[in-house]
């Protein structure tokens, strides 16, 4: 993870000049829009499948005690161990000492946002574990020292030949740019990992209660490698990733791939109960879940924004966002970008001097709210947390001021008519053709793109008494 | 049937033409038009901000001014749907004010939306030789549920050539006050949104929403395009035979 010293705008000044990552996001986020329309379509009422999505994870979060406590106990029934962790630190605590127990060389890891947002892999790095990703699209991004930039795609933002010149000072010599040859390449590589892996860690797309299992959507079927071959596997989820029952689990294995890349299932979904048992030939030793608090309770208690929880980051906000798909996920900042980012990292970090910005970085065109498979509010909340910012006082003297003079204005017919023949007065020298071209301060981030338009000579309320007569004449009886 | 105009603080000062249109078209159609006069705008400008108190005192003289109407007609998708959707977060303390809204949500529809589902009409008797594309707006769209009542104006419109917009549905980038924060977003957002109505061949681009249009005009006219943006409203009044 990588925290970038600059403001939203700054970052997304950033990513407006790197014409291959926009292109490349685009492209990318069309393609799993498209893909969305059908899957969606071939599952039926859409919108009743939403509503079931939406009311099994409020269902979870109104009783997340309860459905926790079921976890925690059906885990240890079954011979896992469990670890509550409150913070980040606490969380990566856990794993070093699991792998300092088991003396740990290397760890292979299944893809799980959960391990980005606390940072695991440079804790395990410190203490000399060699932590390796296995997921196609986070390998790449690890050789590149980099961060995801999607949720799904992590390396939606690399080209072939970024990639292959990436693997190329791996294998320390030229690796072709073509899809089978950089495939052939990370498959053998990571093969090696699998072999001689001595903890598997995974995220997790959903745990349920009533068998304490945990549930791996996955593509490339790293995810069976990963919680089977090495002797230890550590499962890290938010704790808010709880499912009643397997019921439950088929509603999101409906939802969360269609949602994401617009795929009826994935091609792999591997359900895992505990560790091996007697007389089974395969599966870790040691099972352990490390349930992640990080903030979450704080968001629960929160009614303005407990909604936020039922996320199950499937990506489909960031994939119609507008915003996200001109900048792409790095200009976020943090850990989980698009619409969803922007409303659960001001929550997340309760930093609101450097991720309070994060909101404005939308239109609110509610387009993320409608692609949203749980219908989490997210443009209602983009506008929840500018109210947040503004009530702090964090907001510009000038914008302020500005908002207090639209108040007077605009609740004074005799007030609003003062402003507006104002702005008509001291608009007439930079007028041409009914615009304004020239840079007006406070208008700037408008005029450096567009012409703006002028205020009319007359306000409509100024030509209405005319409409009426004109409605008179005409022998009509509107009511003036 | 008596239709009272929710003309909208951008449409009053800046393009005022296009209540002029409203009025004349809801007219021919036979509606009887009344102007609440202590109207000024609905608070969504400070609403979107994040400056509540501001936009709930603004909103307090909309619900006021609206308080006895029955139809409640908006040239604008967005205004409508901060009326609609949004009155519901801004109130949602306050619980006279609160039943004031709820009250007048249902009476509240975007232009096209109240002739085609209200007045019961597509056929509006308009003739507008041109090639024409059209833009939804998100709140119209997405807030205010209007579907595809103004391509079905369009489409009956004599001599008047409908062209479908590749990805329609994507926001113009205007926001309110987002395309002054984040004005570089909100360009390059703007920017693809011409490059696809250019993809048309189109001379017009049509929409709901002054915001939008004056968004993708302004860009237009910043490059030193020839296509041209029109109000609905404008084209099916103007384009009358």
Redesign the interface.
């Known amino acids: 993870m990588t925290v970038h010293p600059a403001t ?2 700054e970052r ?2 950033e990513a ?1 000049h790197n014409d291959f990552l ?1 292109e490349a996001v685009k492209i990318t986020t069309d393609k799993f829009f498209a893909g969305k329309a059908l899957a969606q379509r071939s599952l039926g009422d859409w919108e009743a499948w939403r509503e079931r999505g939406r009311a099994i994870r409020a269902h979870v979060l109104a009783h997340l005690d309860y459905y926790l406590g079921q976890l925690i106990d059906q885990v240890k029934s079954r011979g896992g161990k469990v670890h509550l962790c409150e913070t980040a630190e606490d969380a990566v605590q856990v794993i070093v000492d699991i792998a300092r127990a088991r003396n740990a060389r290397s760890v292979i890891k299944s893809k799980s946002m959960v391990t980005e947002e606390i940072q695991l892999n440079k804790a395990l790095e410190a203490i000399g574990v060699r932590a390796v990703e296995t997921d196609l699209g986070e390998y790449i991004i690890q050789l590149a020292h980099e961060t995801p930039s999607h949720i799904i795609a992590p390396a939606i933002h690399k080209t072939k030949k970024d990639v292959a010149e990436l693997f190329s000072q791996v294998a320390g010599k030229p690796i072709k740019d073509d899809t089978d040859t950089l495939t052939n390449f990370a498959r053998q590589k990571l093969r090696e990992e699998f072999l001689t892996g001595d903890i598997g860690i995974t995220g997790c797309n959903f745990a349920v209660a009533e068998t304490g299992s945990v549930a791996l959507f996955t593509n490339e079927g790293n995810g069976r490698m990963v919680t089977t071959l090495p002797p230890v596997h550590v499962v890290v989820m938010g704790m808010e990733r709880v499912v009643p029952t397997f019921e439950d689990l088929e509603v999101m294995m409906n939802l969360l791939p269609r949602s994401g890349t617009g795929q009826k299932l994935t091609s792999y979904v591997t359900v895992i109960t505990g560790p091996r048992r007697e007389g089974e030939v395969d599966g870790p030793e040691e099972f352990h879940l490390v349930i992640v608090d990080n903030g979450r309770s704080r968001i629960l208690r929160d009614p303005e924004f407990r909604e936020a929880l039922q996320c199950i980051r499937c990506g489909a906000c960031l994939n ?1 966002c ?2 996200y ?3 792409g996920g790095h200009a976020y900042g943090w850990v989980y970008p698009g619409p969803i980012g922007a409303v659960i990292t001001p929550l997340l970090t309760d930093d609101l001097d450097r991720w309070g910005d994060l909101p ?8 993320c ?2 692609a949203c498979p749980v219908k989490i509010p997210l443009h ?1 909340m983009l ?9 702090a006082g964090k ?1 510009p003297p000038a ?2 001021m500005a ?2 003079l ?2 007077r204005a ?2 004074s ?1 005799r007030r ?1 008519r003062l402003a ?1 023949k104002t ?1 008509v007065t001291f608009q007439r020298p930079l007028v041409k053709d009914r ?1 304004l ?1 020239a840079r007006l301060p ?5 005029t ?9 000579p ?7 008494p005319g ?2 007569a ?2 008179r004449q ?1 022998g ?5 | 049937m ?1 239709v009272s105009l929710f ?1 909208t ?1 951008l ?7 296009v ?2 249109s409203t ?2 078209l809801l ?1 021919r159609l036979g509606a ?4 609440p ?2 109207q ?2 609905c ?1 969504q ?10 936009a709930r ?2 909103a307090e ?1 909309w619900l006021d001014a609206f308080s006895s109407s029955d139809h409640i007609v908006s040239p604008s998708g967005s205004c409508g749907g901060m009326v609609v959707h949004g009155y519901e ?1 801004l109130f949602a303390d306050d619980p006279t004010r609160l039943a004031q809204a709820r009250e007048v949500r249902g009476k509240v529809y975007e232009l096209s939306q109240f002739i085609v589902e209200v007045l019961g009409l597509e056929d509006v008797g308009a003739r507008y030789p041109a090639r024409v594309t059209y833009h939804p707006s ?2 119209a769209t ?2 205010m549920g209007v579907g595809d009542a103004p391509v079905r104006l369009l489409r009956r419109v004599k001599d008047l050539e409908f062209v479908e917009l590749p990805f329609a ?3 113009c ?4 006050t ?15 949104k011409i490059r696809h109505i250019q993809e048309t061949g189109a001379d017009l681009v049509v929409g709901t929403d002054m915001g939008c249009l ?2 993708i ?3 237009l ?2 490059i030193g395009s020839p296509v041209r943006v029109m109000h609905l409203a404008q084209l099916l009044e103007e384009g009358v035979q």
Request: proline share 4%; glycine share 8%.
């Open positions: 939203m705008k997304a000044a407006l926009r119609v507008p915003v798909r001109q900048i404005y970085a939308s239109s609110l065109c509610a387009a709210a409608e209602d506008v929840r947390h500018r109210v947040r910012y503004v009530a907001t914008e302020r908002f207090r639209y108040k605009f609740t017919p609003y507006f702005a615009h071209s406070g208008l700037a981030g408008w450096a793109g567009r012409d703006f338009p002028a205020a009319a007359k306000r409509f309320r100024d030509l209405w409409l009426a004109e409605a005409m009509g009886a509107d009511h003036e | 008596r003309v603080c449409v009053d000062s800046l393009f005022p033409e209540g002029v009025v004349r007219r009887e038009v009344d102007f006069e202590n000024i705008c608070g400008p400070a609403f979107n901000a994040g400056y509540h108190p501001e005192a603004v003289g977060e998100c709140h997405r807030l549905e994507e926001c980038g205007f926001g309110g987002f395309s002054v924060k984040m004005g570089d977003v909100s360009t390059a957002i703007v920017s693809d004056m968004n005009e302004g860009r006219r910043r």
